[in-house]
């Protein structure tokens, strides 16, 4: 492929990572939906987040590699397509999040719309085999040469402890709004009548 | 000669992608950290 290839160190990892981000908001939601508390719901908008952003940066990731190796930005092709709703159906998950003012609609809402929206991510990975798809088949360790994997590792490793550290101050963020909506309202100010013998 | 399948060139391409990605998570990292700070900085004046 040429220098090109250069790309899939970057691409790969942060297809990887971008799924990781997305499972983590899945299981966040469960967890939210079946025990409750307020810490899931904030850890599930965090994932969900990153994982948007890093699906994203995927899809331009992608498109800069189709240019030159199928010839066009974008194709409407199993892989791409499925990615792409994927990246709307959580964006739009995030858009409701902010549409809703009660928090507890909000925390329930957003678990069941995660946990409908992960469905696109297995068909996303096996888009690929299921469908005859112009994108190569999923790339590992396994399928690259030795001496790839190094490099391939090296940025996976880097993005995941990005994501990790990305995720941990979204969920701090996410924490501090959760608290100052769910503090009870400050007491009406007090009026002092003037005494009785100032008059 | 170029084996067969080899695209020549594409470092515009290379160096493309890995600015864009560095632009893109450096940008979304300096933006949840400048969110967590003005939130905090609410909360302390509130």
Known sequence: ???????????????????????FAFGCALVSLLKGGWRWDARLEAGMEVGVVLSTLLCIQGAIWAKPTWGVWWDWDPRLTTTAVLVFAFAG???????????????????????????????????????????????SPETVSKAFHWPLRINAFGILFLMCGLIGLRTRLALLRLESELAPPLPPPVVQSAPRGAR | MTPAGVIQGGWGFVVAAYTVSAVVLLGYAVSVHARYRAERKRKERS
């Not at chain 1, 492929?1 to 499972?23: E, S």
């Not at chain 1, 809703?100 to 990975?125: C, E, H, L």
């Open chain 1, 93 to 139: 998950i995030l858009a409701l999040r902010r549409f809703v003012d009660d928090p507890v609609k909000r925390a329930v809402w957003s678990a069941v719309a995660t946990i409908i929206a992960y469905v696109d991510v297995p068909i996303v990975y096996f888009s690929v085999r299921w469908w005859n798809s112009l994108h190569q088949l999923q790339s």
């Open chain 1, 1 to 23: 492929m040429g220098d090109v290839q250069r790309i899939m160190y970057v691409h790969v990892p942060t297809a990887w990572n971008a799924m990781l981000a997305l499972t």
